[in-house]
Each structure stands twice: as structure tokens, then as C-alpha cells.
């Protein structure tokens, strides 16, 4: 089983390759999105070069869930409903949630998604192989 700096080498690795940054970007708390310049194409690519890395199966929308955003029982008025909140939680157990859920605001739903949740995830997942 892989160390905890040996995920991050290898995300910030499969990272640098996707986005084309400097590896001195790719600090635990920098955010996919507003920090390292993630769009939605790119995360198709990462998730890709994750299961690579980690030779592991990543299913379509368990570290990424982009369909949550269009369900109007989750986000409404541009905000997280209180049941959009609970499925994050559910769907995400590997993420920070709660800062988030103090104000919910859809447009910020990409801050959740940092270098280190994606290596909680990656955790997760290397764990339940061994």
C-alpha cells in the first residue's frame, strides 16, 4: 500500500501532465478548478490518468459528481438545498463538506475538489484493493 506523499507524487504527476502546470502549483489545498485551471474536459483526463497511476477503476461520477449540479431537488436558486448538501455528503465522504455547507453556493461547488481530496479518495480506493 502506497504512502501518503507517494499519492501525492503520483496525483501531482497525473496533474502536471493534464494541466499543463508547474509542479510547485500542485500544493494539497490548491483547487482543481480556480487554482490549477481544471475544465470540465480536463477531469475526464485526470480521472483517466489516475486510474493509470493507481491501477485502479474509477466509475463515472464517484470522484467527480458534476450531475448533482443539475438536479433541481439538490440546487435550486443557484444554492445547495439541504438534501443537495446531504447527497454531497453521501457521494463524497472523501471531501470536505462542511465549510461548504455554512454557504452552499453552486458556483463554489468547484472549491471542494483540491488536491487533497482527490488523494483522500485515492486513499479510499487504494485501501479497499489491498
Known amino acids: 500500500m502506497p504512502t501518503h506523499d507517494e ?18 502549483e500542485v500544493t494539497p489545498e490548491a483547487t482543481l478548478t480556480g487554482d490549477l485551471g481544471a475544465e470540465s474536459i480536463d477531469f ?10 493507481f491501477d485502479i477503476k474509477i466509475p463515472r461520477g464517484e470522484l467527480f459528481p458534476e450531475s448533482i ?10 444554492k445547495f438545498t439541504q438534501a443537495g448538501v446531504d447527497e454531497l455528503r453521501k457521494r463524497m ?3 470536505d463538506i462542511e465549510e461548504f455547507a455554512k454557504n452552499p453556493v453552486a458556483r463554489e461547488f468547484g472549491n471542494l475538489f483540491t488536491v487533497d481530496m482527490v488523494a483522500k479518495y485515492i486513499e479510499s480506493k487504494v485501501n479497499v484493493k489491498a
Request: no cysteine; charged share 30%.
Open 44 to 53: 475526464l483526463d485526470i480521472v483517466f490518468r489516475l486510474e493509470k497511476a
Open 7 to 24: 499519492i501525492l507524487t503520483k496525483i501531482r504527476t497525473a496533474l502536471v501532465e493534464a494541466l499543463g502546470v508547474d509542479e510547485d
Open 93 to 95: 465522504p472523501f471531501a
Open 69 to 78: 449540479m443539475t438536479d433541481p431537488q439538490y440546487v435550486k436558486d443557484g
